[in-house]
């Protein structure tokens, strides 16, 4: 809870803070998970708190949607990170049994992460706000 909410939140009330304050607004896009779209087995307590994100996300967009501040989160499944690397290295089935879930069959690249936010940031995009943007290959779609 700590890391998962408690930090986007306190993150988000200093951004916005820090937002109000300057002319144009601002742009903030937290990190939720494919976890706070649907729930996953064997992680409540995680599915909990990324549905809180999404949630959060969703009702600071509409708060803070007149003053120029857009709020969108995105949710991933898994991307290829140290972290996640090390989690396969420890059990190798797990990455191919979680793959096989993903229609556009592999896991998602730091570069598709960063082009999310940036769309996400874009001054060309400035009607998106409160969107929990599935970055899933496909899972969502079924």
């Known amino acids: 809870m700590a890391i998962n909410l408690d930090g986007v939140f306190f993150g988000m009330q200093h951004q916005i803070r820090q937002m109000l304050t300057?002319?144009?607004?601002g742009r903030i896009v937290?990190?939720?998970s494919v976890a706070g779209?649907?729930?996953l087995p064997n992680s409540a307590v995680y599915t909990a708190t990324k549905h809180a994100v999404v949630g959060l996300t969703k009702a600071a967009a509409m708060e803070y949607a007149r003053k120029n501040i857009r709020i969108n989160a995105i949710c991933p499944v898994f991307t290829r990170s140290a972290l996640v690397d090390q989690l396969f290295a420890l059990a190798p089935d797990?990455?191919?049994k979680l793959v096989k879930n993903i229609p556009l069959g592999r896991y998602g690249e730091?570069?598709?992460?960063a082009q999310a936010i940036l769309w996400l940031c874009d001054p060309a995009n400035s009607f998106v706000t409160g969107l929990a943007l599935p970055l899933d290959g496909g899972m969502m779609a079924g």
């Open 22 to 25: 300057q002319a144009g607004g």
């Open 110 to 113: 730091p570069e598709d992460i």
């Open 94 to 96: 797990y990455e191919q």
């Open 37 to 39: 779209l649907r729930a």
């Open 30 to 32: 937290n990190v939720a």
